[in-house]
């Protein structure tokens, strides 16, 4: 088992730039989670899908931010336009069932805006 | 705001020595999970104690539950260098969002 790929680990761009971040989750889990880390914050939950369904997404910042989930093997983040505030490390997990139970996480990508 | 609250926010031991960070929590749950992290990488999940339960076992890990204090915490016994990381608590609620503290930052010299 490849465990939860995300991509790119870096990216470094600059302000009002477009920047999406790609998440492969864990085949057959059927939750997925979009994670936002800084220093000041903490561990920011964005969004969730259950089976490709965005459930919860009050915590995306603001409309700056979208997220999708095409299929159940794929999920975007997108950001635009982007903002240095935006800096951060950015991660997903899945999980295989309800109850939240155990997240597995990916390795995550660190943004940075300039 | 964040559910779990973690305390100390750094702990400095050597290594042998256990290790006990605490997590406050505010509002009802259904589970609660530990994690941990190392530097640059993603959370890796330690254990998780549900709400009817008060205390769960995972190798040098014990984890207590009182849901009545809206507190947990983790020991590792016999702590190893191996074992520097960052650790985390996070809730489960009704709600059923995975809320994250923010974090004991553990650093065990040899």
């Known amino acids: 088992d490849a465990g939860v790929i995300q991509s790119p680990r870096h990216e470094v761009t600059e302000m009002g730039q477009e920047v999406t971040l790609r998440c492969k989750p864990i085949?057959?889990?059927?939750?997925l989670f979009w994670y936002r880390q800084t220093m000041m914050r903490g561990l920011e939950l964005l969004i969730y899908f259950n089976n490709n369904v965005p459930i919860d997404d009050s915590g995306m910042p603001e409309d700056r931010f979208s997220a999708k989930m095409p299929n159940a093997s794929f999920s975007t983040l997108k950001i635009q336009p982007s903002e240095p505030r935006d800096s951060a490390v950015y991660f997903c997990a899945s999980s295989p069932g309800q109850g939240f139970g155990k997240l597995f996480f990916g390795s995550g990508t660190q943004l940075s805006v300039l | 705001s964040q559910q779990g609250e973690e305390d100390p926010q750094a702990l400095s031991i050597q290594e042998g020595e256990n290790a006990t960070m605490n997590c406050s929590y505010k509002?009802?749950?259904?589970?609660l999970q530990w994690y941990r992290q190392n530097s640059g990488r993603g959370l890796v999940h330690l254990i998780l104690?549900?709400?009817?339960?008060r205390e769960k076992h995972s190798g040098r890990l014990r984890v207590t539950l009182d849901t009545s204090k809206k507190s947990s915490s983790l020991l590792i016994t016999a702590s190893r260098a191996a074992d520097t990381a960052s650790y985390f608590c996070a809730t489960s609620n009704q709600g059923g969002k995975l809320i994250f503290g923010q974090g004991t930052e553990l650093s065990v010299k040899p």
């Open positions: 509002t009802s749950i259904n589970n």
């Open positions: 104690i549900r709400s009817n339960e």
């Open positions: 085949s057959g889990h059927d939750y």
